[in-house]
T-cell receptor, first 112, second 112 residues
Framework: NAGVTQTPKFRILKIGQSMTLQCTQD?????MYWYRQDPGMGLKLIYY???????DKGEVPNGYNVSRSTTEDFPLRLELAAPSQTSVYFC???????????FGQGTRLTVV | QKEVEQNSGPLSVPEGAIASLNCTYS??????FFWYRQYSGKSPELIMS????GDKEDGRFTAQLNKASQYVSLLIRDSQPSDSATYLC????????????FGSGTRLSIRP
């Protein structure tokens, strides 16, 4: 079972470049989340979605954008990358906000 | 005040002893509470979820919830070296909110 799949696993960006982190899940979950985790820290919620066509900001949305055109996919877009966006990004999905969230393997992003 | 707070540790516990991890949250309307374990370089994985006041046991793990005092704890009995990891407390902060907020995590080290 694939679960939650993120691509790429690693990426180095130059300041000012843009990129899209891909996330797809095959569990038919309506809820999907994007978190970032800085070294030695917990997870900070960037954006979340409760279904196709519905997205909302989390704790740290500045510098990011998302879309949810299908139940399966929830890409995260970084525009004008900055060194402060160097982090590990996790995508997660769940059946509801009250149930277990399943995480992808993470994307390690470095902005130089 | 942060929505979910944890002592960052590290917490060092001898093998075979009980490890006690604590978490406080700010929103009295919070309904759902989770403990995730994260090994270094890996994704978080769910250990326990708890929704009602009191204790919930699963093997060597016991989650305790006290909504009046706004804290949730995790006890690990007969601690094993494989329990060495970062433990993340997560909360659905409001019954009307469709998101899960994480604390910064407590690093647990089990010493032989």
């Amino acid at each position: 079972n694939a679960g939650v799949t993120q691509t790429p696993k690693f990426r180095i960006l130059k300041i000012g470049q843009s990129m899209t982190l891909q996330c797809t899940q095959d569990m038919n979950h309506n809820y999907m989340y994007w978190y970032r985790q800085d070294p030695g820290m917990g997870l900070k919620l960037i954006y979340y979605s409760v279904g196709a066509g519905i997205t909302d900001k989390g704790e740290v949305p500045n510098g990011y954008n998302v879309s949810r055109s299908t139940t399966e996919d929830f890409p995260l877009r970084l525009e004008l990358a900055a060194p402060s966006q160097t982090s590990v990004y996790f995508c997660a999905s769940s059946y509801s906000e009250d149930t277990e969230a399943f995480f992808g393997q993470g994307t390690r992003l470095t902005v130089v | 005040q942060k929505e979910v707070e944890q002592n960052s540790g590290p917490l060092s516990v001898p093998e075979g002893a009980i490890a006690s991890l604590n978490c406080t949250y700010s929103d009295r309307g919070s309904q759902s509470f989770f403990w995730y374990r994260q090994y270094s370089g890996k994704s978080p994985e769910l250990i326990m979820s708890i929704y009602s006041n009191g204790d919930k046991e699963d093997g060597r793990f016991t989650a305790q919830l006290n909504k009046a005092s706004q804290y949730v704890s995790l006890l690990i009995r007969d601690s094993q070296p494989s329990d060495s990891a970062t433990y993340l407390c997560a909360v659905n902060p409001d019954s009307s909110a469709s998101k899960i907020i994480f604390g910064s995590g407590t690093r647990l080290s089990i010493r032989p």
